[in-house]
C-alpha cells in the first residue's frame, strides 16, 4: 500500500533517494547544497510530499515525493519524482491529487517545468505524457536544465472552485 503525507524533519534522506535515480536527466541533486536547502525549505513551509510504501512486512520507504509553491493565481511544481519501480502504478498521479487539494484553491494556472520533446527522459521517464494526462497543455520552451538538456512549462489551468448552495 502507498501512502502519501507531508514532509518532515528526517525526510531529506528519502527525497535524495529519489534524487539518485533521476540525476542522469536532471543533472546533480545529491552532492549540490543548493538542492539540500531547497527541500528542507519546503518541508519547512509544508510545501513538501512524501509517498511511502506501507506493507507490514517490508520498512516504510519513499517511492516518490513533491515539491511545490504557490503564489496564486499561479502555483508550481518544483519537483515531482516517482521510484523506478514504482513509475506507471500511480503514484505520481496520487501525489499530484494530494498537491492540488492541499496547496490550490483556484481560480488560477498550475505550472511545471518538464522536458522538451527532443529530451531523452522525455519519453524513458514518461513525464511529459503524465502531464498530458492529467490535463496539463505543453506551453512555450523554457531555459535548458543543469545537465544542458531542453525544457518546457506546461500549465494547466484551475476553474473557480464550486462552492455548496
Known amino acids: 500500500m502507498i501512502t502519501i ?15 539518485a535515480q533521476v540525476e542522469h536527466w536532471f543533472g546533480p541533486m545529491v552532492e549540490e ?21 506501507t506493507e507490514p512486512a517490508t520498512p516504510s520507504a519513499p517511492v516518490g515525493g513533491l515539491l511545490f509553491g504557490a503564489d496564486p493565481p ?7 519524482v516517482t521510484a ?22 483556484g481560480p488560477g494556472t498550475v505550472e511545471v517545468v518538464t522536458f522538451g520533446p527532443d529530451h531523452p527522459g522525455a519519453v524513458e521517464s514518461g513525464a ?15 531555459d535548458p536544465g543543469p545537465e544542458g538538456g ?14 455548496p448552495a
Open 33 to 53: 547544497p543548493g538542492f539540500h536547502r531547497a527541500v528542507e525549505a519546503h518541508i519547512r513551509t509544508g510545501a513538501a510530499l512524501i509517498a511511502e510504501t
Open 74 to 80: 499561479t502555483y508550481h511544481v518544483h519537483w515531482l
Open 128 to 142: 511529459r505524457a503524465f502531464y498530458e494526462k492529467l490535463g496539463f497543455l505543453p506551453g512555450e520552451p523554457t
Open 84 to 105: 523506478a519501480h514504482c513509475r506507471g502504478a500511480g503514484v505520481g498521479r496520487r501525489l499530484m491529487a494530494e498537491a492540488m487539494l492541499r496547496y490550490v484553491s
Open 150 to 163: 531542453s525544457r518546457q512549462i506546461y500549465r494547466l489551468d484551475v476553474p473557480v472552485p464550486v462552492r
Open 5 to 19: 503525507r507531508p514532509a518532515r524533519d528526517g525526510d531529506l534522506d528519502g527525497f535524495l533517494t529519489l534524487a
